[in-house]
């Protein structure tokens, strides 16, 4: 036991967790009262004693999963769950067996359509039990996992999906439900319908998930496994790489973080500094002590706001990252007393108006992609080109108040880089920034003229994930 | 130490359905594993998901006596442990003028000013000292400056409070202690790691439809589940506050009031307002909820 869990905790904290000794003894005293056996309040009781974010609980269920679900039989015992699902399996094993003679047909396995017709069911019953058996049923036909084989989880994953073909399944579950209903579903009831078989269809894939997750354990150990599955956590998750669903991940952080980041700002404004001695309330508190100004108040300082100018590259190379930054910068919008923003890929258009106005940014960000008259020759970044448009137009916009900010990774293909913009843009300008998405040791090599562009700024940042971004905009504010 | 409170995780969440509060496994377990362990529970969750709830539900089921300190930004020790009755002090000292020309003994008059007769005890040290079992919560604890946090640490992890005058006042019976956070910024990583984490966050549907049919009286089974239903895929939709489970509860009140059995497209558009407390928002689930389903 004490060798599981130290390989445990070694494991959380390879996959980033920061996990305590404190923490790690207080693991140790909770498992003591709560029985491996009860599976999931054993999980709970180690996520409370060790993980102390909620964004780190997938990591640690990953984890979690991987050293204790399975295992092999000395950790199972044979719990009533456990024996309804063997029940049940031997149940299907007989059904099917039936199905068999009847079809009279040879082959030692389900036919994909007696699989198929079997799941149908499950999922139009909403049956835990018999989603889970069916899941393993799946797994052992469709993924053909064989041992040893170097390929990760997801590719069984996406195998065994493709057979299932889980979307015209949806379709015959919401058709057969329409026939059932005694009166035409409204479009609410429908909608409600579809959304419950969504999620039984979730579920069943994450059975899936399971299923093959385990028996690649039993494959090739549990360090091994591990190590594949481990993923970056959202905060570090790297914004020019991101898979779709890391995105959808980012972007739920991303609200959170506005708001923790706003409250911080204010606060760290109110109490920064004392400002004036406040006559009136000083007289005023002094009345409590009988006329003797014991206490005196000061006036709070009129908060500085700066003023921001935006000026990002949206080309498709660093467009996700151009996207969080603008979400972070007019989700703070309050912080700032005017924020102006650019676009640009090889033209360059003002988008301010876009954000007017206009409470869901995901939606102004998406008429930023669509509308913004950005190209101006070939659509290819065109850094030098849009830079000295930008000084054209809109240089008398700057002012000793506003701070400047380019977003982008100065990979200019070659063109000319029209730098003096920059310093021109240093003199007129309190601050100028550069936040480049690409990892310091890419910088300067290939096209990239980061550090000409670099010579001219307060401050050129690497900005590759939302814990980079969120210490720079603290440090702005 | 004392006997446990509680004899296994099934029991509490028996027990805590007894007083009406439907806990998950997640929940269960850790208010077991507090009681255990004598450790307080930092509770975090998005707003409304029954975090303060809890503390009190805990509180009504172990009949203990709660004890509530909220949180808010300025909270100084004066107000969060004790703090000296200055103006009975200064009666004091006047008193033993009046009586007989100061000759007392300083020390003895010392003595009896710092004395517990005036010490004015604030939420934390009444917990503390407490003789019948108590459940302490601090409310919205990330409302408090970081600094102010560090007044927390000794109470958390000793269960002791130190006072200089009267030296250190261990606690009788050890407290429940529930702090509950609504995420606004981190909390300091001393606090965080003296505690059990409870993440609530919104319930799974099969749970929600239970929370409202045990909460709100003379529900139907079929009105309960449309409820749940629906709150699950406005929760889907984008939005710039997602609907909490006490907003789910105001709806479903407000449903049977009206006295709707089932729900249809209109009505559940013309309630909205109740569930949602933006207008954009309103306006947005207001159009998913009508387009044919995807």
């Known amino acids: ?477 | 130490m004392a006997d446990h409170r509680f004899g296994d995780v099934a029991s509490v969440r028996d027990e805590l359905k007894e007083v009406e509060y439907l806990a998950d496994e997640g929940i269960a377990s850790v208010v077991f594993l507090a009681d255990r362990l004598q450790k307080p529970i930092l509770v975090e969750g998005p707003a409304g998901t029954g975090k303060t709830q809890l503390a009190k539900s805990v509180a009504e089921m172990t009949g203990s006596r709660l004890i509530r300190l909220q949180c808010y930004e300025g909270l100084d020790e004066a107000k969060a442990l004790y703090e000296w009755n200055y103006k009975k002090q200064l009666l004091r000292i006047q008193a033993e003028k009046a009586s007989d020309d100061g000759s007392t003994d300083w020390d003895q008059l010392h003595d009896d000013l710092f004395s517990d007769e005036f010490l004015m005890t604030r939420p934390l040290l009444e917990a503390i000292r407490a003789e019948d079992p108590v459940v302490l919560l601090i409310d919205e604890i990330d409302r408090v400056e970081v600094e102010t946090e560090a007044l927390l640490l000794e109470i958390l992890s000793d269960y002791q409070v130190s006072i200089p005058e009267l030296g250190t006042m261990e606690a009788r019976q050890i407290p429940l202690v529930f702090l509950t956070s609504n995420n606004t910024r981190e909390l300091s990583e001393a606090l965080k790691r003296r505690c059990l984490f409870l993440h609530i966050d919104y319930p799974q549907m099969d749970r929600e439809k239970e929370i409202v049919l045990t909460k709100v009286p003379g529900i139907s089974e079929n009105l309960a589940d449309q409820v749940a239903r629906i709150v699950r895929s406005i929760r889907q939709i984008e939005l710039k506050k997602a609907p909490s489970v006490s907003e789910t509860l105001d709806w479903a009140r407000t449903l049977v009031l009206l006295g709707i059995e089932s729900i249809d497209a209109d009505q559940a558009r013309e309630t909205l307002h109740i569930l949602l407390k933006y207008q954009t928002d309103i306006e947005k689930a207001a159009k998913e909820l009508a387009v044919e389903a995807r």
């Open chain 1, 1 to 477: 036991m004490l060798d599981l869990m130290s390989g445990f905790i070694v494991e959380l904290r390879n996959a980033g967790l920061p996990v305590s000794l404190t923490e790690n003894l207080d693991a140790m005293e909770a498992v003591k009262h709560i029985p491996i056996e009860d599976r999931s309040a054993f999980k709970y009781a180690l996520g409370a004693t060790l993980v102390k974010n909620a964004s780190h609980w997938r990591a640690f269920e990953t984890v979690f999963e991987v050293y204790f679900s399975m295992r092999g039989p000395q950790y199972r015992l044979p719990d009533d769950d456990q024996l309804s699902e063997d029940e049940l399996e031997r149940w299907m094993q007989q059904q099917m067996e039936g199905m068999r003679d009847r079809s009279g047909g040879a082959g030692d396995d389900m036919s994909p359509e007696e699989l198929a017709e079997m799941l149908y069911r499950a999922l139009m019953r909403g049956d835990e039990a018999m989603t889970r058996a069916m899941a393993r049923a799946a797994v052992g036909k469709y993924a053909g996992m064989e041992p040893g084989r170097p390929v990760g989880g997801t590719y069984y994953l996406y195998r065994t999906l493709r057979n299932l073909d889980l979307d015209s399944l949806l379709e015959k579950l919401m058709d057969e439900t329409e026939a059932q209903a005694p009166a035409p579903l409204t479009d609410l009831e429908r909608r409600l319908e579809r959304e419950e078989f969504e999620s039984r269809i979730d579920h069943l894939k994450q059975e899936i998930e399971a299923e093959i997750r385990r028996r690649l354990v039993a494959d090739r150990g549990v360090e091994a496994m591990a190590k594949t599955l481990r993923k970056p956590l959202p905060e570090d998750v790297d914004f020019m790489h991101a898979s779709r669903e890391e995105m959808v991940a980012i972007r739920k952080a991303i609200q959170p973080l506005t708001r923790k980041l706003a409250a911080r700002l204010a606060r760290k404004r109110r109490n920064k500094r004392r400002g004036p001695l406040d006559f009136r309330s000083t007289v005023r508190a002094s009345l409590s002590y009988g006329g003797v100004p014991a206490d005196p108040r000061f006036r709070y300082p009129r908060p500085h706001k700066p003023e921001l100018i935006v000026v990002a590259d949206i080309s498709g190379s660093v467009a996700a990252f151009a996207r969080f930054t603008l979400h972070l910068v007019y989700a703070l919008q309050g912080q700032f007393s005017k924020v102006r923003s650019f676009v640009f890929i090889d033209g360059i258009d003002e988008v301010t108006h876009m954000f007017r106005g206009q409470e869901d940014i995901t939606k102004a960000v998406h008429r930023v992609n669509t509308e913004a008259d950005v190209v101006w020759v070939d659509g290819h970044s065109d850094y030098g080109h849009a830079f000295e448009v930008f000084w054209d137009n809109w240089s008398r916009e700057i002012n000793p108040k506003s701070t400047v900010i380019f977003l982008g990774d100065a990979r200019n293909n070659y063109h000319s880089t029209n730098s003096w913009v920059l310093k021109e843009a240093a003199k007129k300008a309190r601050h100028v920034f550069w936040l480049n998405p690409e990892p310091r040791s890419y910088w300067d090599t290939g096209d990239s003229v980061i550090s000409e562009y670099g010579t001219y700024c307060d401050g050129v940042f690497e900005c590759r994930n939302l814990r980079q971004l969120e210490s720079f905009v603290d440090h702005l504010a």
